[in-house]
Each structure stands twice: as C-alpha cells, then as structure tokens.
C-alpha cells in the first residue's frame, strides 16, 4: 500500500541528546513536511521540502534541522537547543503541480517524550 | 501572519445530532481543507475546496467554500459514535509552496 510511514511511534529523549524522527513515502510526492502539535493546539510548520536536497523554515525552525537526500525519505533532527521538544510530530506530503500544491497527506505521527 | 479562528472548540452532541462548525481567516485562502484527527494518529483528509462558493459532500460530510474566500464550514449530519475525533480547517494559498494553515481544532464528542 502506498503511503508515508513514521517511525518509531514513540521516542524518548534525554536532556542534551539529539534525536531523528523518520519520515518515509512511497506516494511519489514531490514535498514533504514536517509539524509540530501540542495538546489543544493546530499543527505549527517546522520544516519543509519541494525537491531533492532542497528545504525551508517554517514557522518554529529553531532548534530542528532536516535534510533531504532522497525523494522519499525527509528526516527531522530534534536537537539539543529545542529546549521543549515534547510534542507530537507529524509527517506530510503533497503533489505539486502547475496550479500549486495538492492537499497534504499525513503520517501517523511520532510522539516525543523528553525523560 | 495568516490566522484562522475554528469554533467552537469543543462539542458535545447526541447521537443522530446534525453538526456544525467553522472557520474564519484575516486573509483569503484559494483551498480549504477539513481533516479529521483520531487519537494518536495523523489528520486525514475529509474534503478539499478549490472554488469560492464551492459546496462540496462527503457522504454525511459536507463544506463550503465561503464567497469572500476568508471562511468556510463543515456539517455533519446525523452523528453517530465514530464521528468522534478533532476537526481541523486548513486553509492554503495557490502558489504558496509553502503550507498550510490550520485552525486550532474543534474537538467533537457524540453521546451516545
């Protein structure tokens, strides 16, 4: 079946550790995106991509970093300077077209606890 | 930046209750999008609007793209158990590579 697959479903990190969230798609789509959801809250833009080896800020970029090697795969690195990285991380992709992006479809989210 | 205000925030409806809620933005948007969010999983897609006016069904879903293109809603008819979850309003701009907006969510519980 295609679809976007993120792993793992749980994550804990300790004080002053680096982690990646995985974010893999097998739906041949050009952009990729990841989000950010707290309890109560929309979903706020971290990072996105349009194409290989290419990737943006969103809105509350600080303390994250991505990369894009391959069209399918587009991994988040919580670091260290996120000093409130518990939250729950949502994966996205989307067509893009001449008449701009199609609708976004999502993962089934990692959540990130800090110990 | 883009804001989008979603009402209301909770809900609390019985069983075979119609549903209604919306969203309003500061600025105009080309696309709507309403998602629906289970717990512990990702949005997933219930409809997508392209055209001011537009009004669109989904089985006992249907929305509207508002006229002046700053608003649009959402109504579920005749609720049952499974209605339940958060709903979520995005809007997005054509051309804009970027995003999406999202609403904060209207959580939606049905009685049974």
């Known amino acids: 079946d295609g679809g976007i697959t993120q792993s793992p479903k749980y994550l804990f990190r300790k004080e002053g550790q680096n982690v990646t969230l995985s974010c893999e798609q097998n739906l041949n789509h050009d952009a990729m995106y990841w989000y950010r959801q707290d309890p109560g809250q929309g979903l706020r833009l971290i990072y996105y991509s349009q194409i290989v080896n290419d990737f943006q800020k969103g809105d509350i970029a600080e303390g994250y970093s991505v990369s894009r090697e391959k069209k399918e795969s587009f991994p988040l690195t919580v670091t260290s300077a996120q000093k409130n990285p518990t939250a729950f991380y949502l994966c996205a992709s989307s067509i893009m077209t001449g008449a701009g992006n199609q609708p976004q479809h999502f993962g089934d989210g990692t959540r990130l606890s800090i110990l | 930046g883009q804001q989008l205000n979603q009402s209301p925030q909770s809900m609390f409806i019985q069983e075979g209750e119609d549903v209604s809620m919306n969203c309003t933005s500061s600025?105009?948007?080309?696309?709507w999008l309403w998602y629906k969010q289970d717990p512990g999983e990702g949005p997933v897609l219930l409809i997508a609007l392209y055209k001011a006016g537009e009004l669109t069904s989904n089985g006992r879903l249907t929305a509207q793209f508002g006229i002046t293109r700053k608003d649009s809603f959402l109504n579920i008819s005749a609720s049952i158990p499974s209605d339940v979850g958060i709903y979520f309003c995005a809007g997005q701009l054509s051309g804009s590579a970027r995003q999406l907006t999202f609403g904060s969510g209207t959580q939606l519980t049905v009685l049974p």
């Open positions: 600025s105009i948007f080309n696309t």
